[in-house]
């Protein structure tokens, strides 16, 4: 069964960082193209970037520059590194199995920006 | 940039009677592939995405076929045949872009619940 599991969400102040996990479990994650996908609570979706299983990367413009996606093969999880962090960060994250479409996706991991 | 809409926004529908959300695009969707990769989501309450209908009208594994895609171009349709009360929850399209930016574009979502 494919299941992904985001972990690393919490409080963060304006300016910090956080790195989130997402451990997949059912498939190689290095197989695919990963995604992470935010959620404003009440709102509606935003991707912010992918890795393709040939390690490309893209991002959103809104988070290009702060924003890092990686992934350890050997642990088959993704991650995204989150620097300089706002308010406006503030969401539900979660990561998306695809590129053309996205077939499974995590639960999500809750990130508050605030002071 | 690709700009995505959908109506209605919201939809209140009487249990068993049909319901049809449209999705628009401000740009044909034809993937330098010649295909259209739109796709729908749900998102029940307290829920993450699921993937519905992939290329306009594949159902996913697991979808009911009460769910129905169509369209083509610039303009689609999900159908709901006969809405259970498990339908309820906001309902998204979804594109991925190659220009002018590799991303992915989520129309604004469309609420579907019982009147």
């Known amino acids: 069964e494919v299941q992904m599991v985001e972990s690393g969400g919490g409080l963060v102040q304006p300016g910090g960082s956080l790195r989130l996990s997402c451990a997949a479990s059912g498939f190689t994650l290095s197989s695919h193209t990963m995604n992470w996908v935010r959620q404003v609570p009440g709102k509606g979706l935003e991707w912010l970037s992918y890795i393709s299983s040939s390690s490309i990367k893209y991002y959103a413009d809104s988070v290009k520059g702060r924003f890092t996606i990686s992934r350890d093969d050997a642990k088959n999880s993704l991650f995204l590194q989150m620097n300089s962090l706002r308010d406006e960060d503030t969401a539900v994250y979660y990561c998306a199995r695809g590129w053309l479409d996205f077939d499974y996706w995590g639960q999500g991991t809750l990130v508050t920006v605030s002071s | 940039d690709i700009v995505m809409t959908q109506t209605p926004l919201s939809s209140p529908v009487t249990l068993g009677q049909p319901a049809s959300i449209s999705c628009r695009s401000s740009?044909?969707?034809?993937?330098?592939?010649?295909?259209?990769?739109l796709s729908w989501l749900q998102q029940r309450p307290g829920q993450p995405p699921r993937l519905l209908i992939y290329?306009?009208?594949n159902r996913f594994s697991g979808v009911p076929d009460r769910f129905s895609g169509s369209g083509a171009g610039t303009d689609f349709t999900l159908k709901i045949s006969r809405v259970e009360a498990e339908d309820v929850g906001v309902y998204y399209c979804?594109?991925?872009?190659?220009?002018?930016?590799?991303?992915?574009?989520f129309g604004p979502g469309t609420k579907v619940d019982i009147k």
């Open positions: 740009q044909s969707l034809v993937h330098s592939d010649g295909n259209t990769y």
């Open positions: 290329q306009i009208s």
């Open positions: 979804m594109l991925p872009t190659q220009f002018p930016h590799v991303g992915v574009t």
